[in-house]
């Protein structure tokens, strides 16, 4: 994948936000891929774990706010336990989530599910996935 | 300690069998517990993101229901609810900022919560408080055997510092299986996340990871998988029905709670198992075994 860095992006104040957000200083990872390595769900995801971090410190925010990786996490926490550097992966992937869902811009329209389909899922998952994909 | 028991939203129904077969062990056991007062979900999920507050109410309002009603520990059996209560309280007391800001956002209290409710999971409080040895001395049907797979999933064990067993390899729920007379089978992915809340919008990739998972158990020789929270058994027995879509050759196995097993084995009535909210019956297994 070619992507284009600048000064300008690395300096965006998304990348504030990011760290913000997920409290985490995103300079501290130095790529060793083992996030990428343990994660359940990279079968899914377009960018992985260990580059979502990467564009995190490269401010590539189009990138980011349109990639399918940060909903395809299920915030598992495998990467989290495993970083040898102590990052929380799982909290810059709920960062980008939530700066996307603060604008309003859900991932699961609750009305789209059929109400027969929704009688059969327990409370908890009905909760859960809209606590995650709704604003 | 003065014990008191939260359910959380999915035990009521979908998860009754988990709830009476629980409560069902505990007066075996003889706990006394008592359901929290006006309690109310716990949002099921822990907010990840530093500002987000508010939605750490939820469940610290049921920490100072149980603490209004003179309770200094609570126990859950849903893994999700676990999680949440003991992160909201962990959140609440590392941090003087969150904990004001909660405290306002709760001013109609009468009281505030500072934490100090104590947060076991049921399989936390027999490790710890009941003991393993005092669960097997009530054993009246061991499970003779029976091989039993069990699958922790991510809540019970991740993060550090919140899960109550070995990240990686933890070993609770397999040493109760013993203890009942199963033969407990290690298999790989006991931690490995079944896809969660996943299921509403991407049920094929929990599918998938159903039938990994189930998979993985069985080709260590399981016949049966235990779990600890309604969200992964939903996913793992429910599921199954999409895998055999996929897979005609896969072979179905009966996911229980393993309090189910505990009641089985302590001589609880079958009414309290209510096998009846099982995808895949696991009746016909367990008489095979002369076990019911």
Partial sequence: ?135 | MKLAYYPGCTLKSHGKNFEDSALCTLSKLGIETEEIPRWNCCGTVFSLVTDDVIHHIAPIRNLLRAQEAGYDSVVTLCAMCYNTLKRADARLQESADVRDKIHRFMNEEKTNYNGGVRIFHYLELIRDEIKLDTVAAKVVKPLHGLKVASYYGCLLVRPKGIGFDDLENPMTMDELMASLGATAVDFPYKTECCGAYQTVDKPQVVASRTSQIIKAGQEFGAEVMVVSCPLCAFNLDYRQRDVRQNEPDFRPMPVLYFTQLMALALGCPEASLRFDLHDVDPRPLLRKKGLL
Avoid at chain 1, 41 to 53: C, F, G, R, S, Y
Wanted: aromatic content about 6%; proline content about 4%.
């Fill in chain 1, 1 to 135: 994948m070619r992507v284009l860095i600048s000064h300008k992006k690395i300096r965006d104040s998304f990348v504030q936000k990011v760290q913000e957000l997920s409290g985490q200083n995103l300079l501290v990872c130095y790529q060793c891929g083992k996030c990428s390595a343990g994660c359940p769900a990279v079968a899914e995801m377009d960018i992985l774990p260990n580059q979502v971090i990467r564009f995190a410190q490269l401010g590539l925010k189009e990138e980011l706010l349109n990639c399918r990786a940060v909903w395809a996490c299920a915030s598992c926490l495998t990467c989290n336990v495993r970083c040898p550097k102590g990052i929380k992966i799982a909290e810059v992937m709920e960062a980008i989530r939530q700066i996307l869902l603060r604008q309003r811009q859900d991932h699961v329209d609750v009305k789209k599910i059929p109400p027969a389909k929704r009688s059969e899922f327990p409370a908890i998952a009905l909760i859960s996935n809209f606590r995650k994909f709704t604003s």
